[in-house]
T-cell receptor
Framework: DGGITQSPKYLFRKEGQNVTLSCEQNLNHDAMYWYRQDPGQGLRLIYYSQIVNDFQKGDIAEGYSVSREKKESFPLTVTSAQKNPTAFYLCASISGGAGDQPQHFGDGTRLSIL | DQQVKQNSPSLSVQEGRISILNCDYTNSMFDYFLWYKKYPAEGPTFLIS?????DKNEDGRFTVFLNKSAKHLSLHIVPSQPGDSAVYFCAASALGAGSYQLTFGKGTKLSVIP
């Protein structure tokens, strides 16, 4: 079945450590997105990528970095510069450019600070 | 400044009755509106969308109404079922930087009581 796979489901980070969250899709979608969800909050856009080797900052990009070397993969690195990284992280993808095309989401990674 | 607002954090409805979830927005440039459903520890799944040029869209038990002059939309679920218990996010789509971006509300937690 086609879909988006995020791993790991749970991740713990020590202070000062960088961690990388994986996102893989086999939907042949062009665009991919990373969102952050905090309790009682909506989804906020961190980074997005419309094509391979290209990505743009979203609303809350500080302390995060991404790469898009392959169409299927869009990993997110939470750096030590992100002072409040504890959150639920969601990856999404979309095939076309129409505004009513729904984004398909993975099941998320919950990141916690040790 | 929140561009998409879901002012009710939670809603309880008896099984079989109608659930009405509301959403307000401030940006007149939004072209499409989408509703997503989310279970705990899972990614959101797309429910239904509506174009800004329409005032109603229906899909089975789900109907979305758009009042453009009031910048208000609502999702009606009839009849409500216990499996509908989840967090519902309203999202609005606007073209920016060459692609459509979604802006999410904070969500409304629906509880359907058997």
């Amino acid at each position: 079945d086609g879909g988006i796979t995020q791993s790991p489901k749970y991740l713990f980070r020590k202070e000062g450590q960088n961690v990388t969250l994986s996102c893989e899709q086999n939907l042949n979608h062009d665009a991919m997105y990373w969102y952050r969800q905090d309790p009682g909050q909506g989804l906020r856009l961190i980074y997005y990528s419309q094509i391979v080797n290209d990505f743009q900052k979203g609303d809350i990009a500080e302390g995060y970095s991404v790469s898009r070397e392959k169409k299927e993969s869009f990993p997110l690195t939470v750096t030590s510069a992100q002072k409040n990284p504890t959150a639920f992280y969601l990856c999404a993808s979309i095939s076309g450019g129409a505004g009513d095309q729904p984004q398909h989401f993975g099941d998320g990674t919950r990141l916690s600070i040790l | 400044d929140q561009q998409v607002k879901q002012n009710s954090p939670s809603l309880s409805v008896q099984e079989g009755r109608i659930s009405i979830l509301n959403c307000d927005y401030t940006n007149s440039m939004f072209d499409y509106f989408l509703w997503y459903k989310k279970y705990p520890a899972e990614g959101p799944t797309f429910l239904i969308s509506i174009s800004s040029i329409k005032d109603k869209n229906e899909d089975g038990r789900f109907t979305v109404f758009l009042n453009k002059s009031a910048k208000h939309l609502s999702l009606h679920i009839v009849p409500s079922q216990p499996g509908d218990s989840a967090v519902y996010f309203c999202a609005a789509s606007a073209l920016g930087a060459g692609s459509y971006q979604l802006t999410f509300g904070k969500g409304t937690k629906l509880s359907v009581i058997p």
